[in-house]
């Protein structure tokens, strides 16, 4: 006599919809950024173990079946950098050995963009290295913010999504209705950026401070060109680190006699002593988003922080639906 098995007997599964494959995970770097994201998407974030053994050895353990999902794994790399990258590349390992379809590492804020090339000799290209640890930890695409450099993109041998703060920053900055605007790069490099600035508001003229850097973290301003007297100058820049930029720039455009200044930033990296050159008085207001997270005891009365959360959240249904990225740019 032939006996049937006795295994249970599974029936096929109906087939699985683009929204039910997408996951969204969030490392500890900014866990109130990814839940608005989650928001937006109309999901929850998925559940995840993370701690630190005795020895300070990082432990990450997905806590659901994410076999054939599309994984995002939200995690700028911002301070403490290491323990946020290592992280993340424990994340993607995890979610590799998990069985995903697809890893997208959604990188906020990408730390160490301002090693992109040896400006000495024996330097490390810290960018590139950055690169190819995220891909060779299983990320099979990224979501990455305002790059320090945007060739950054170019380290990477996946699918690279680039996307801007500016839509956040220039809403906010027209419901100021600020009126003689001149947007000001506070050096050389941000120029491309703070042009692609004014050109949204309204084509507003456009300065450009000469920095120059003698030491790592010390910013020289020494001359402007353009003219800001009498008019309201907006500072754009990519981040406001210790302020040194910033500040040093707000200062010499008073003296050329700009009626007010604002500082536009997307990240709020803030190392000592930004808060207290940030809160002296020379700038009206500074601008920044929540790609990092700013402390409580980092926020001072002339600092707004605005959310770029609807905006991650936008791209990664976009990404999802393969629809088009840079057409919520133009
Ligand atoms: N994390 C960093 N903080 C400050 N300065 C840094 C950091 N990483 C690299 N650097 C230095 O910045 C310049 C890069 O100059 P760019 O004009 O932005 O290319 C270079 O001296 C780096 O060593
Ligand atoms: O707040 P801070 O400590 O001054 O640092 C922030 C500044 O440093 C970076 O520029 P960088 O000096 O690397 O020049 P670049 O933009 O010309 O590359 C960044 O783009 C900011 O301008």
């Known amino acids: 006599m032939i006996r ?12 699985v919809s683009a929204h039910d494959r997408l996951r969204l995970f969030s490392g500890s770097a900014n866990v109130p950024l990814a839940q608005e994201v989650a928001r937006y998407l109309g999901i929850d974030l998925g ?13 990450v353990q997905i806590q659901e079946s994410i076999r054939g999902c599309d994984v995002y794994l939200i995690q700028p790399t911002c301070g403490p950098v290491n323990d946020r990258l290592m992280e993340l ?8 050995r998990a069985s995903a ?11 160490y963009a301002r090693a992109d090339r040896k400006t000495a000799g024996r330097e490390s290209i810290t960018a590139k290295l950055v690169a190819n640890l995220i891909t060779e930890a299983g990320a099979g695409r990224i979501l990455a913010m305002d790059l320090h450099s945007a060739q950054i993109q170019g380290y990477f041998d996946i699918p690279f999504d680039h996307v801007y703060g500016s839509p956040v920053l ?4 027209a419901s100021k209705q600020l009126t003689d605007i001149v947007v000001v790069s506070p050096d050389v490099g941000g120029v491309a950026r703070a042009r692609a600035f004014a050109k949204k508001l309204g084509d507003a003229p456009l300065a450009i401070i000469d920095k120059r850097r003698q030491a790592h973290n010390v910013a020289e301003v020494m001359n402007l060109i353009g003219d800001v007297s009498g008019k309201t100058a907006v500072l754009v820049d990519d981040m406001i680190d210790t302020a040194g930029t910033i500040s040093e720039g707000a200062r010499l455009l008073r003296r050329e006699g700009a009626r007010q200044v604002y500082a536009c930033a997307t990240h709020a990296v803030f190392s000592p002593p930004a808060i207290e050159r940030l809160s002296s008085g020379v700038l009206e207001e500074v601008i920044v988003t929540n790609t990092i997270p700013v402390l409580e005891e980092n926020r001072f009365k002339q600092l707004t922080v605005l959310s770029v959360a609807n905006l991650l959240g936008e791209t990664i249904w976009r990404i999802h639906e393969d629809s088009s990225v840079s057409s919520m740019f133009r």
């Open 47 to 59: 559940p995840m173990v993370r701690k630190r053994f005795a020895d300070g050895e990082l432990y």
């Open 170 to 173: 220039l809403d906010y900055l």
């Open 4 to 15: 049937s098995a006795t295994l249970p007997l599974s029936l096929p599964e109906p087939p």
């Open 101 to 111: 379809r697809q890893i997208t590492a959604v990188i906020p804020y990408y730390g």
């Open 89 to 96: 590349l424990i994340m993607i390992d995890a979610c590799r």
